[in-house]
């Protein structure tokens, strides 16, 4: 296949990915294979990927701030740990069997999926404790969710919004805007130590990277416009395709 035919490509896979990202979670599981299968080894593949997650990223935190819903008092007291989790999580990378990793998390996904479906009113309008959780579990929550995305990032965003809503209490619109900052900002120095061990190709890279800035703005249009319903069904069906992926199921 030409060059230019495989960048076209792999800057609609950037629109693509980064939409699906933005809204729920789990557009790295379109956009990894499609890097690997124009020709990137996994674990270039795995770090050029951030590019374009960095970039969605901040993107739709900038379209949701302009629309009010971005709240940077709710972003900074999970930043710390989500960063530590992330650089520990790439510094393991190499060191985890990620067929182990994978199978954990496609469980892990098939029982938050029930907790989705058993108790939709937390998703849809967040928790109504009148007792917060406290903040070191979310800390706990968020560093440990910082390393599965340090170390594969794909899904990564499913697991912030149940994190956010379940133990933040938020709904899934504002979950999604607060989700966004972090990934942006955790992603920083995870990129980093894959650019140190010169894993990014970054002629693909950017490619997809420029795709993200369109998919990221229109996920946060539609995170808005269409409100948390539409969030938590798009969510579910990433949920469904994601564990069912991660099992190896197809």
Same mark, same amino acid.
């Given at each position: ?16 990915a ?19 299968? *124009?020709?990137?080894?996994p ?7 951030r ?10 935190t900038?379209? *949701? ?6 709240e940077?008092?709710? *972003?900074?007291p ?22 182990v990793?994978?199978?954990?998390i496609?469980?892990a996904m ?17 928790r ?15 560093f ?19 994190g956010l ?16 900052a ?13 650019i ?9 890279g ?7 800035? *369109?998919?990221g ?26 564990s069912?992926k ?5």
């Amino acid at each position: 296949m030409p060059e230019a035919a495989v960048l076209g490509l792999l800057f609609v896979v950037g629109v693509v990915a980064g939409t699906i990202n933005v809204i729920a979670g789990g557009g790295s599981l379109l956009s990894l294979p499609a890097l690997i299968f *124009f020709g990137l080894p996994p674990s270039v593949a795995n770090g050029t990927n951030r590019l374009g997650i960095i970039v969605q990223s901040l993107t739709a935190t900038a379209a *949701f701030k302009r629309q009010g819903i971005y709240e940077g008092t709710r *972003f900074a007291p999970l930043l710390l740990p989500c960063c530590a989790g992330a650089i520990a999580g790439a510094m393991l990378s190499v060191d985890i069997a990620e067929d182990v990793l994978k199978l954990v998390i496609g469980v892990a996904m098939l029982v938050m999926l029930a907790v989705m479906l058993a108790k939709p009113r937390a998703w849809l309008e967040g928790r109504k404790d009148s007792k917060p959780v406290a903040l070191w579990l979310q800390w706990l929550v968020f560093f440990v969710i910082g390393v599965y995305a340090g170390f594969l990032q794909a899904g990564v965003g499913v697991f912030m919004l149940a994190g956010l809503v379940l133990a933040g209490g938020y709904n899934l619109v504002r979950s999604n805007a607060i989700k966004v900052a972090l990934v942006a900002t955790f992603t920083v120095p995870a990129l980093a130590i894959f650019i140190y061990n010169d894993l990014v190709a970054w002629k693909p890279g950017l490619v997809y990277a420029a795709g993200s800035v *369109f998919g990221g703005y229109l996920g946060s249009r539609l995170t808005v416009s269409w409100g948390p319903k539409f969030v938590r069904a798009v969510l579910i069906g990433v949920v469904l395709v994601s564990s069912s992926k991660l099992l190896g199921l197809w």
